[in-house]
Structures are given as structure tokens and as C-alpha cells.
């Protein structure tokens, strides 16, 4: 069975950092890229970030500007996100996902966690 | 950036109406690229339609997709009390390589 589970969110004041991890089980983790995708209290979702299998690409949102660094530790089926120079509007659930990606499948997130929220409020 | 817009924003329906949702782009959709997902309040999303028109494993066959181009459609062809949620539409765009969720539809009771 396939678990993706959230950590590391929590109450941050405006310009802190906070690191995320996403532990996974019940699939061949580094065969496969995972994504970060936000949800703001109320609001719709998001894509934040998403890195290939081996690490080598990583990929960003536009309104991120360069603030969040998504990688992966293969060896211990963990995703991150350090996420820097946080503001009010990264007030969001974090969710990880994993992609699934094929030629006449597509690409989609068919995995999801239960997300871990973070707070950013002086 | 190719931009997703769906309609209704709401949609208020009785159990065993059928339900039909959209989703439109601002520019052509790779057809294989095209997502639909479900989410309840208080929990993660779901996959329910991948590739415009495959159901996802599990999914049951009242819920179906289809379109092409820049318009998609997800249906609901008779709408059970646990359908009742928000429904996103999601496409891959390769140049640059990211994700776009669209706004989303919630669907109601009536």
C-alpha cells in the first residue's frame, strides 16, 4: 500500500525557514518523481515544486522566485522542501504527491499524503 | 502559462441528477496531459480521470471525462450522496515543465 506522510509544518514568523519531509512507502520510491502541491485555507490547489526520481531536475513554481528548494534523499525514501524567506501567503496545507508519468498516460499525481500545514503570522 | 478556467463555479444538484463539469484552457491541451481530481472536505485529493478520458483504478464508471483541444468535460452521469465535493481539472504543460490546477467546482446539494 502506498503512504506518503507529511512533516515539519508549523507556526512561522514572516522571513523564517521551515523544512518539509515527505516519507514514503509501499512503492519503489526513487523510480518515481514526486511533487509539493499547496492548498490555502479555503482556496483551490496549487503546484509548488516537483523533482525527478534521481534528483537531477527539479522543477518550480513562478511565484515561488527562487525562495524554495525542493530534493530528495533516495536511500531514505524522503522529500523535502526547505522553504526560506517565508511570507503571509505561503499560509498553506503542503501536500506531497506522487507523479505518474506516461506516453499516452500522461502526467498526473495518483498518490497523495494527508498534507501538513504551515502558518506563517507573526 | 496556459490558464485553466472551470464552470460552475458551483453546481447544486439533487442525488441521481446527472452532473456535468468544465474545464477550459487558454490554449491547447496536450489531450494525454489532462487531469481530473476529486477532494471532501478534510481530505487529500483524489484522482479520478487521467489522459482526458481513463478512470482511475477504482473509480466507479458514473464518473467519465472526455474533450480535447481546450475544452474538457468531467460527468457525473448520476450523481450519489458521495460525490458531493469539489472537482479540480489539471494539465501538464511541458514548455516550461509544470503543473496547473484549475479553480475548481464545487458540487452541491440542491
Known amino acids: 500500500e502506498v503512504q506518503l506522510l507529511e512533516s515539519g509544518g508549523g507556526l512561522v514568523q514572516p522571513g523564517g525557514s521551515l523544512r518539509l519531509s515527505c516519507a514514503a512507502s509501499?512503492?519503489?520510491?526513487?523510480?518515481?518523481?514526486m511533487n509539493w502541491v499547496r492548498q490555502a485555507p479555503g482556496k483551490g490547489l496549487e503546484w509548488v515544486s516537483g523533482?525527478?526520481?534521481?534528483?537531477?531536475?527539479?522543477y518550480y513554481g513562478d511565484s515561488l522566485k527562487g525562495r524554495f528548494t525542493i530534493s530528495r534523499d533516495n536511500s531514505k525514501n524522503t522529500l523535502y522542501l526547505q522553504m526560506n524567506s517565508l511570507r503571509a501567503e505561503d499560509t498553506a496545507l503542503y501536500y506531497c504527491?506522487?507523479?505518474?508519468?506516461?506516453?499516452?498516460?500522461?502526467?498526473?499525481?495518483?498518490?497523495w499524503g494527508q498534507g501538513t500545514l504551515v502558518t506563517v503570522s507573526s | 502559462e496556459i490558464v485553466l478556467t472551470q464552470s460552475p463555479g458551483t453546481l447544486s444538484l439533487s442525488p441521481g441528477e446527472r452532473a456535468t463539469l468544465s474545464c477550459r484552457a487558454s490554449?491547447?491541451?496536450?489531450?494525454?496531459?489532462l487531469a481530473w481530481y476529486q477532494q471532501k472536505p478534510g481530505q487529500a485529493p483524489r484522482l479520478l480521470i487521467y489522459?482526458?478520458?481513463s478512470r482511475a483504478t477504482g473509480i466507479p464508471d458514473r464518473f467519465s471525462g472526455s474533450g480535447s483541444g481546450t475544452d474538457f468535460t468531467l460527468t457525473i452521469s448520476r450523481v450519489e450522496p458521495e460525490d458531493f465535493a469539489v472537482y479540480y481539472c489539471?494539465?501538464?504543460?511541458?514548455?516550461?515543465?509544470?503543473?496547473?490546477f484549475g479553480p475548481g467546482t464545487k458540487v452541491d446539494i440542491k
Open positions: 523533482i525527478s526520481g534521481s534528483g537531477r531536475n527539479t
Open positions: 509501499g512503492f519503489s520510491f526513487s523510480s518515481y518523481a
Open positions: 489539471q494539465q501538464y504543460g511541458s514548455s516550461p515543465p509544470i503543473f496547473t
Open positions: 504527491a506522487k507523479e505518474v508519468w506516461g506516453i499516452y498516460s500522461g502526467r498526473y499525481f495518483d498518490y
Open positions: 490554449q491547447s491541451v496536450t489531450s494525454s496531459y
Open positions: 489522459g482526458a478520458s
